[in-house]
């Protein structure tokens, strides 16, 4: 390569390595997370859980969410959730019954890849049956008139 450089002039060599380092530097990015997934909805809460294949090669996961449509006389509000760095996490509080866009973005040394294709979420309602542990110590009285 020393030899190939010597015959260059300057202008090519300080050329062929500007093209070098921005090839290496976007081919560094991580790419969009895949599979990014919703279960155990509640009014105030979901689980995701999302792929990656070489999650070695990642420093960690951001997740960006808001409400798809904004309240009344707001503005539409997104936020992120950095520093996750598995591949599963419990996003809350959110608000009940309200519908999110949620994506995925994976992070290296380099920066911040593309996100992931975005799932919509509608958390349910305040009050919905959730699983919970039996009653327990319960007296129940009839009363007859």
Not at 47 to 55: F, G, N
Not at 66 to 84: A, C, D, F, Y
Not at 125 to 143: C, D, H, V
Request: charged share 20%; hydrophobic share 35%; aromatic share 12%.
């Amino acid at each position: 390569m020393a030899g190939c450089n010597a015959m260059l002039s300057e202008f090519e060599r300080c050329e062929f390595l500007e093209i070098d380092f921005l090839s290496s530097y976007f081919a560094a990015l991580p790419a969009a997370p895949t599979n990014l997934q919703a279960s155990e909805i509640t009014a105030t809460s979901v689980k995701l859980t999302w792929s990656y294949p070489d999650p070695d090669d990642l420093t960690y996961y951001v997740i960006r969410y808001g409400p798809k449509t904004p309240l009344k006389n707001s503005r539409l509000q997104v936020h992120e959730m950095s520093g996750i760095v598995t591949m599963y996490y419990s996003l809350r509080p959110l608000s009940p019954y309200t519908e999110y866009e949620i994506q995925v973005i994976a992070v290296n040394q380099v920066g911040r890849g593309p996100p992931s294709a975005p799932i919509t979420v509608r958390t349910g309602e305040t009050g919905q049956y959730e699983k919970s542990s039996p009653m327990r110590n319960t007296n129940i009285f009839l009363a007859s008139r």
